[in-house]
Structure formats: C-alpha cells, structure tokens
C-alpha cells in the first residue's frame, strides 16, 4: 500500500513543513490557526531548533550583538504542531514519504505526508571559482557568524603578538566579497568592531587594520536606487574601508585574493557575501527546478506539476505575474508563509487557492556608527541617522517575541558605552592548533 494511502486511511491528514527558517515557521504557525486539533496533524522537520533572524548576522560578526540573542526557539513559536530536530536527506515525491536523519540520535526515520510544504532556503553559492570555497568564510549560518567574530578577535591577538611585519599586514587585511547588502552591511560592522578594540592592543596602534570590499559590479547595492550605494561607498570610505568596484573575484588561496583584473589583495581573512542558491539538497529530488535551481511553483506556490507539494521562500522560484519571480528575502519569505498555508487549506477543503501578490515595502542596510541607508515606498531614499534609526526600530519590531526584543536593544544600549568583548570564545582542537601557530610565528 502506498504510503499516502497509508495515512490518509488514519483518518486524518498530515501536513509536513520541512525547513524551520522564515518561511517555515510563518507556515506551521498559520496552519495550527487555521486547522483544528482534529483537522490535520502539523509536522515541521528542522536542522535548528531555533529560527534564525539573518538580518541582525553582520551584528553577531562584530560582537555588537550576543549570538543567541538573533535566534528564537521553534518550540516557542509553535504551539500543537510536532517538532522534529533533524535533517531531511531524502524527499520521495511518488511515495510521499521525508527521510530524515534526527541530529542527535542520527537515527534515520521516515514521515509519511498527504501534503508537503518545502522551505528549505537556500546556502552560500562560490560560483565554482578556485579556492574560494576553502578559503573563505561564509556568512549564512548561526555558526558561521559566530566563527568570523572569533577568528576576527584572534587575528588581532595573533597580530598584536608577532614579530613578521610582512605576515601582520596580512593578518590585518580583511577583505569581504560581495556589494549586496550583506557584504556593505558586514565591511561597516568589521570597521565598527576593530575602531572600537584596536586601542587595547598597544602594538597595533601604529598598523591600523585594512578593510577591502570588493565587487563585481560598478556600484554597491545593485538593484536599488543609485544613491543607496552611493551613499554606502562614502560612508565605507570615511570609515577607512577601501571599496574596490568592477573588478570580479578570479581566483583564492590561503594568503590572497586574485581579482579578474589580475591584482593581488595579500589577506588571510577573505567573507565571501557575493551569491546564494537554492538549498542544493533539492537537486537530488525529483521536483522541477529553474535554471538556478529553485523549484518552480505556480503562483499559489503549488509545485507545478505535483499535487500536494507546496514550495516557497528562498528555496522556490514563485512567479511574480511580471515574467519574473520574487527575490530571496526574509521580507518575502514572511509574507508568502500565510498565503501559502491558506492556500493549502484550500486545498484540503476543495476551495480556491489565490496568487502571492506582495510589492516589497522597501530595502534597508546598516553602515555602522548610526548610520544606514533605506528604501522607502514610491522609490524614495532616505540616509544617515534617520535612516539608521528606521532600520533599528523595523528590525526590533520584527524580532519574534517580546524576550529577544529587549535582549537586542539592551545589547544595543551597552555597546553605546562600552568597547565590544575581545574574548576568543573557542576550545578545543582549533584553540590548541591556533596556539601553536602563534608560537611559531612568535
Ligand atoms: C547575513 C544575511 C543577512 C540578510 N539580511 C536580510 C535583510 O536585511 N532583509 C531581508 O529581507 N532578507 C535578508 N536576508 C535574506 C533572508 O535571510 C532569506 O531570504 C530568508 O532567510 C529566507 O527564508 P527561508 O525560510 O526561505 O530560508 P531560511 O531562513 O534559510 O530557512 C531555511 C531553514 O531550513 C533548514 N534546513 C535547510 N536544509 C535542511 C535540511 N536538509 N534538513 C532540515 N532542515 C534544513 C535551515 O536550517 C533553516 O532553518 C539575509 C540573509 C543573510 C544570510
């Protein structure tokens, strides 16, 4: 007996959403409003047991903000639905079954569905290009975040302590790939971060930290408004980070970063923010993808050709009514969660389902040192201070729960005052190996 049979024989249907980011949880949560107890069972398979707020990650990289404190429990935010910490290895569409792989116990389990709902996101896309996936850090993740701002405090320790001038230069040039929001956002947190602690490192007063930020492109925040990144160039600028633009990343190593134009930028410390892609674990499904890899939807976000399998957020290519589809945002993600399990109610109940129309509210990016830039409804852009508060205020709003909004302003309100922590948060093999190198070079 095939296993939807299976379930729907039981009596009652489930519904499995795998995938516990924005998207994800925007969908469980509206389901478990709008079906009863008895309705439907809600199952939502995450790798995380929390979501994750990406907005506030280049604030995690520069200490100003605590790593937990941009994160929200997913138990928390659900209340009848079934919680499963685990990764998802295998999707069989014609069985209707989700192979996961629970993360602790790591054994492998199988959950059976009537309807699916993927929301997945996506991961850091190095474009194929020589050595930037080994030597780069990424800014994705929780985990990622959190690294870079401790590898930032040790290159400075490591700096401060030695005696190569050629090889503390190099230690001291960050360079960060990708004019996108992330990467401007990212290049004003890292000048934030090391204004605030270079002064405590007495030998580094004289070899100031180097920041380069590098894209392709012939503006910073493409797409948008050309005063937006223009904007961002002369604050970056002021703040000392030398902002490369037209110049593509050929080619990385452990001790460079090879531009297209052939120069050479000695670092060691290269944030790679230049691309995303759909979560490549979809590849392996047998679901229609477009030419990027997302999964293609019909505008209810039904993947085309498959009934009862739903896709949206960063992982879904939902058509826009415009020849295009939505972009990959938080903002969007939000908003399609509701719809999408709407729709798939009206799926169940044999009713209409209805197209995501949304016109994104605007775009907003944080400089450091109170200032930002944003996107305003009608195409208007406002700078500076106003701009930054806007950006403050929208985001701590938009923080899941009333606890993580106070965690977030009162680190706000410390940083007013004090110089970011300089403890190296990280044990184990890593810290024994990186001592090793210190004396070395000692
Ligand atoms: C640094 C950064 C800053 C950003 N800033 C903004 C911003 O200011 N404004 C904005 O609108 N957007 C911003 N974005 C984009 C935004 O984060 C994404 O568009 C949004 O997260 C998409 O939501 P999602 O639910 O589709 O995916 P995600 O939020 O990525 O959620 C996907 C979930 O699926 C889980 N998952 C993935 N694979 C598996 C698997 N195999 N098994 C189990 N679980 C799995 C993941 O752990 C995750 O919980 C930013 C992104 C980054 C990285």
New binding site residues.
Partial sequence: MDARRYTQLRGMPVIVV?????????VARRLERRLGPAEARIVL????N???F?????EVTSGELEVRHVVTPIREQLHRAQFIL????AIDIKEHAVR?RHVLTRIVSTQTFDQLVL?????TSTFGLPGVAENTWA???LAD?DALRNHLVWLLEMADTIADDERREKLLCVTIVGGG??GV??AGEIAGLFRSVVPLYKNLRANRPKIVLVEAGTALLAGLPAKMGEYSRRVLQRKGVEVVLGDGVAAADEHSLTLQSGRHIATETIVW?AG?KP?P?LAATSLPMDRHGAIRTGRDMRVEGVSGVWA?????AIPDGEGGTY????????RE?PLCADNLVAALRGTSTQPFVYRALG???ALGGRKAVAQLPGERVITGFVAWFLWRTY?LLRLPGLERKLRVAFDWTIDLMFPRDTAELRFGARQEERGEEMARHA
Avoid: W
């Avoid at 795998?18 to 925007?26: C, E, L, S």
């Avoid at 929301?119 to 991961?123: D, K």
């Avoid at 949206?312 to 879904?316: F, I, M, P, T, V």
């Fill in positions: 795998v995938g516990g980011g924005f998207a994800g949880v925007a398979v995450s790798r995380n929390y979501s994750l990406t907005p506030m990650l280049p685990a990764d998802v290895e996961y929301a997945l996101g996506s991961s800014l994705k993740t975040a929001f992330t956002e990212t923010s995303v979560s674990f949206l957020g960063d992982c879904a972009p990959m945002t938080a903002q969007h993600a939000i969660g775009m907003m990016a985001y």
